[in-house]
Nanobody, 119 residues
Framework: QVQLVESGGGWVQIGGSLRLSCAAS????????MGWYRQAPGKQRELVAG???????YYADSVRGRFTLSRDTAKNTIFLQMNSLNVEDTAVYYC?????????????WGQGTQVTVSS
């Protein structure tokens, strides 16, 4: 079963904005951490942002100040607002949910959504 459903990707001009959404079941939404990884062409997958139940949100240095995580508890959905997009942001973005804070991979992944930034 698909536990995380992503939407909001697409094509945008340099300097533009997109908002990604990731809808979860109630149980998965209450896991320790949700967020996004991304994988650009020819690059390793990297953690972009994470939203723990407690504590501060995490942002990769490359996106800090431009990307913002938020959540809508009523809809069991998290959002990634992406502003001032540049070519280096082009990637497939994967929503994730991790049950605990302990080391290990995420428990669930979204299907991935393509973000393409160009002139």
């Amino acid at each position: 079963q698909v536990q995380l459903v992503e939407s909001g990707g697409g094509w945008v001009q340099i300097g533009g904005s997109l908002r990604l959404s990731c809808a979860a079941s109630r149980t998965v939404f209450n896991f320790n951490t949700m967020g996004w990884y991304r994988q650009a062409p020819g690059k390793q997958r990297e953690l972009v942002a994470g939203f723990p139940l407690t504590g501060s949100r995490y942002y990769a240095d490359s996106v800090r100040g431009r990307f913002t995580l938020s959540r809508d508890t009523a809809k069991n959905t998290i959002f990634l607002q992406m502003n001032s997009l540049n070519v280096e942001d082009t990637a497939v973005y994967y929503c994730f949910a991790k049950r605990t804070i302990e080391a290990g991979p995420p428990d669930y992944w979204g299907q991935g959504t393509q973000v393409t930034v160009s002139s």
